[in-house]
């Protein structure tokens, strides 16, 4: 069906990294962004991508694979603080350009 | 810088009762959403709209109604509400690229 799916829960380790993935399945694509969320807060925005292949951006690095309806958040030189939930979302271009966000991946990061 | 604002941030109202949702963006952008946000449903679009006058139902539109004023203002209207639309409802704006949210409004419907 329709939508956007991620894990609900990861967990790595302080020091090294981890690698939330989202799959989606919708009519239409207009790029695809990554949000942060704690707990009892807003989602903040990370990251978009439009275009196939690596985005890195430090600390935040991002995949996309439009064939393979496929992305991920790679998280490098994980730090406590980092932990939190991943949101992915999906803009959908045949649908009033609407966006459809996944439940979230709670990443928890042990020391 | 720009930003998304919500009023009220606490609202608890009875069954039945009127509540109206404010939202304004600086942002200058043309989309603008209300989500809700529940324990084990995530994020879940109820309605949005593209530019003033404009209204797209979501996902979850049901005892909900919007308008778009301005460019700047979206309400988030409940004419009658119930115990199930207690929810965290966070709006945000758009434009190209990501989405930006306001700090939410914690509804409580007895």
Same mark, same amino acid.
């Given at each position: $069906?329709?939508?956007?799916?991620?894990?609900?829960?990861?967990?790595?380790?302080?020091?090294?990294?981890?690698?939330?993935?989202?799959?989606?399945?919708?009519?239409?694509?207009?790029?695809?962004?990554?949000?942060?969320?704690?707990?009892? &807060?807003?989602?903040?925005?990370?990251?978009?991508?439009?275009?196939?292949?690596?985005?890195?951006?430090? &600390?935040?690095?991002?995949?996309?694979?439009?064939?393979? $309806?496929?992305?991920? +958040? +790679?998280?490098?030189? +994980?730090?406590?603080?980092?932990?939190?939930?991943?949101?992915?979302?999906?803009?959908?271009?045949?649908?009033?350009?609407?966006?459809?966000?996944?439940? $979230?991946?709670?990443? &928890?990061? +042990?020391? | 810088?720009?930003?998304?604002?919500?009023?009220?941030?606490?609202?608890?109202?009875?069954?039945?009762?009127?509540?109206?949702?404010?939202?304004?963006?600086?942002?200058?952008?043309?989309?603008?959403?209300?989500?809700?946000?529940?324990?084990?449903?995530?994020?879940?679009?109820?309605?949005?709209?593209?530019?003033?006058?404009?209204?797209?139902?979501?996902?979850?539109?049901?005892?909900?109604?919007?308008?778009?004023?301005?460019?700047?203002?979206?309400?988030?209207?409940?004419?009658?509400?119930?115990?199930?639309?207690?929810?965290?409802?966070?709006?945000?704006?758009?434009?190209?690229?990501?989405?930006?949210?306001?700090?939410?409004?914690?509804?409580?419907?007895?």
């Amino acid at each position: $069906g329709q939508g956007v799916e991620q894990p609900d829960n990861l967990m790595s380790v302080e020091g090294t990294f981890a690698r939330v993935n989202c799959t989606y399945s919708t009519s239409g694509f207009n790029g695809l962004s990554w949000y942060q969320q704690r707990e009892g &807060h807003a989602p903040v925005f990370l990251s978009y991508v439009v275009l196939d292949g690596l985005k890195d951006s430090g &600390h935040f690095s991002t995949f996309l694979s439009r064939s393979n $309806g496929y992305s991920y +958040l +790679l998280l490098t030189e +994980l730090q406590i603080k980092d932990s939190a939930s991943y949101l992915c979302a999906v803009r959908d271009d045949t649908n009033a350009y609407k966006v459809i966000f996944g439940k $979230g991946t709670h990443l &928890h990061v +042990l020391p | 810088e720009a930003a998304v604002t919500q009023s009220p941030r606490n609202k608890v109202t009875v069954t039945g009762g009127n509540v109206t949702l404010s939202c304004r963006q600086t942002n200058s952008h043309n989309y603008m959403y209300w989500y809700r946000q529940d324990t084990g449903h995530g994020l879940r679009l109820i309605h949005y709209s593209y530019g003033a006058g404009n209204l797209q139902i979501g996902d979850v539109p049901d005892g909900y109604k919007a308008t778009r004023t301005t460019q700047e203002d979206f309400f988030l209207l409940l004419e009658l509400a119930s115990p199930s639309q207690t929810s965290l409802y966070f709006c945000a704006s758009s434009g190209t690229g990501g989405v930006y949210f306001g700090p939410g409004t914690r509804l409580t419907v007895l």
